[in-house]
């Protein structure tokens, strides 16, 4: 899925597990001390964001709300990679929002303005692909149907 925004490199660059494992390694640890830093745990909900497995991205969306809710100057920082993580996973209308809540923020942010063109992308796929469905389905109706009347005249 490469684009020719510069800005949006985010949405495509995954890190590798090696790299998630760094910050795995460094959350645990301060974890199992019983005082997690809050860049600590931003850290390591970025790089499961960037992961290119689900189950990675929704527990980083997860730590990311969870410091958008206790950390009020964080939020910012947090706004755009909750976008990013929602619109990997495909939810366009979640990554929508917080998206438009950092452009209402930061208008000229050009990481927030090219996340949002592809959001548009990612929404107007999913109604082609919607469309196909529906059209495969009324095309399937329609035989099933034409098949029903055919054999009720042959009666």
């Not at 995954?14 to 931003?42: C, G, M, N, P, W």
């Not at 497995?53 to 980083?60: L, P």
């Not at 949002?116 to 082609?128: C, N, P, Q």
């Amino acid at each position: 899925m490469p684009t020719d925004l510069p800005y949006a490199a985010d949405a495509e660059v995954s890190l590798s597990y090696d790299e998630i494992e760094v910050l795995r390694l460094q959350y645990e640890k301060e974890l199992a001390q019983a005082h997690i830093t809050v860049q600590t745990k931003f850290n390591y909900a970025w790089g499961l964001v960037k992961s290119p497995v689900r189950e990675n991205q929704v527990e980083g969306v997860r730590l990311l709300q969870e410091i958008y809710r206790t950390e009020p100057s964080r939020r910012r920082e947090c706004l755009y990679y909750l976008a990013l993580g929602y619109y990997k996973m495909g939810n366009f209308t979640d990554a929508r929002s917080f998206n438009d809540l950092l452009l209402s923020r930061e208008p000229t942010n050009l990481q927030a303005q090219s996340l949002a063109s592809l959001i548009d992308k990612g929404v107007a796929r999913e109604g082609y692909v919607g469309m196909a469905l529906a059209g495969g389905v009324a095309a399937v109706g329609t035989l099933l149907i034409a098949g029903l009347i055919r054999r009720a005249t042959r009666k």
